[in-house]
C-alpha cells in the first residue's frame, strides 16, 4: 500500500494550498476505492482528485498555477502555460456565453492576443485602454491562435504607463474596388451576448427571430499589389459615407427595401482610396481610423513599401 500512500501524498500536495485537507483523509478516500471498489488507481486517483476541485470550488487548470513566467505577446506558442504578461486593453467584445465576464483583445508592442475572463474568476474589470500587469494567466489554443484565460489565481495590476502595441494592425493604402454580401443596412440576432447577422431572419444558434438593425460594409481594398477585406462597423460606416443608421433605416422604409441602403453605400465609397488603420482579425481588418486619399499613391512608394513589410 505504499504505493497509495505516495499517490496521496502527491494529492495532497497539489491541494494544501487551497483546501485544508490532511493526507490520511486523501488516502483513505484512495483505499476506499482501490481496495473496496477495486477501481484502478488511476481512475481513483482522478476521482478523488476532482472531489477535492469541487469541494474547493476550482478548476483543475488552476491548480498548475504558481510562478509564471512573463513573456511578450508574441512569445505565446504553446498552450496551457502559465505566463504573466503586461499588455493594453484595445477592445472589448461582447461575451457569447454567461461563463464568461470579458472577452477581448489584448495588445503588447510585440502583437495582440484574445484574452477570455470567467464570471466566476471574481476579478475586477478591465477597462478598454487599461494597461494591466497580469500574473497567472494561461494559455490557450484554438486552430492555430493563441489565447490566455484569466482564472481565479490571476493576479491583475493596473499599471500607470501607456503600452505602445504592435505588429498586427494593419495600414491599407488603396482603392475600395468592391463590397461584399452582407453589407449596408443588416440584421442581428437580439439575443444577449449574440451577434450574428440573421439570414433570411434566421440566427444559426436561436432560429427565427426579432432583428435589430445594424450597419456595416464588408468592404474589398485593393493597394495595388493585394485585395484586403476590411469591416467598417455602424460608426466606421457613418464616419466613411456620411450616412447613420437612422437614416439608412428610413432610406429603408421608404424604398421598402433595405438593399437600397448597400447601393448608395456603394455609390459613394467604391473607387475611391483611402488609408485605413485597424486591427486584423483573421482575414478581416477592422477599420479603426479612416482617412479619404486624393488618389492612389504612385506605384513606385507603394512597391517600396511592400519590399520594407
Ligand atoms: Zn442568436
Redesign the pocket.
Known amino acids: 500500500m505504499s504505493e497509495l500512500r505516495q499517490h496521496a501524498e502527491d494529492v495532497h500536495a497539489q491541494f494544501s494550498d487551497h483546501v485544508d485537507v490532511d493526507v490520511a483523509d486523501v488516502r483513505e478516500r484512495l483505499e476506499t476505492l482501490v481496495v473496496d471498489y477495486k477501481v484502478p488507481t488511476d481512475e481513483a486517483r482522478r476521482s478523488v482528485i476532482n472531489h477535492y476541485l469541487e469541494e474547493a470550488g476550482i478548476e483543475r487548470e488552476e491548480l498548475a498555477g504558481g510562478s509564471s513566467e512573463a513573456v511578450s505577446i508574441e512569445e505565446i506558442d504553446e498552450p496551457e502555460r502559465w505566463v504573466e504578461l503586461t499588455a493594453k486593453l484595445i477592445e472589448l467584445w461582447e461575451p457569447r456565453s454567461d461563463s464568461i465576464d470579458q472577452v477581448g483583445l489584448l495588445g503588447d508592442p510585440t502583437g495582440t492576443i484574445k484574452f477570455t475572463k470567467w464570471a466566476k474568476s471574481d476579478l475586477p474589470r478591465l477597462e478598454e485602454g487599461g494597461v494591466y500587469r497580469l500574473r497567472n494567466v494561461v494559455t490557450d489554443e484554438y486552430q492555430g491562435r493563441y489565447s490566455v484565460k484569466l482564472n481565479r489565481t490571476t493576479v491583475i495590476e493596473e499599471l500607470e504607463e501607456d503600452l505602445e502595441v504592435g505588429d498586427d494592425t494593419s495600414v491599407i493604402e488603396g482603392a475600395m474596388v468592391d463590397m461584399q454580401r452582407g453589407s449596408g443596412l443588416i440584421k442581428r440576432?437580439p439575443?444577449e451576448g449574440?451577434t450574428?447577422v440573421l439570414q433570411n431572419g434566421r440566427?444559426p444558434?436561436?432560429g427565427e427571430?426579432e432583428g435589430e438593425f445594424d450597419l456595416r460594409i464588408k468592404a474589398v481594398v485593393d493597394d495595388g499589389i493585394d485585395a484586403h477585406e476590411v469591416i467598417f462597423d455602424a460608426e466606421a460606416t457613418e464616419g466613411l459615407t456620411g450616412l447613420g443608421l437612422e437614416e439608412a433605416k428610413e432610406m429603408a422604409m421608404d424604398a421598402l427595401d433595405t438593399t437600397v441602403v448597400a447601393d448608395e453605400i456603394s455609390d459613394r465609397v467604391l473607387g475611391s482610396y483611402y488609408r485605413i488603420e485597424g486591427p486584423t482579425f483573421g482575414r478581416y481588418v477592422l477599420a479603426d481610423d479612416v482617412e479619404e486619399l486624393a488618389g492612389p499613391a504612385d506605384s513606385e512608394s507603394l512597391l517600396i513599401k511592400a519590399r520594407s513589410i
Do not use: A, L, P, S
Open positions: 440576432c439575443h449574440c450574428y440566427c444558434e436561436h427571430v
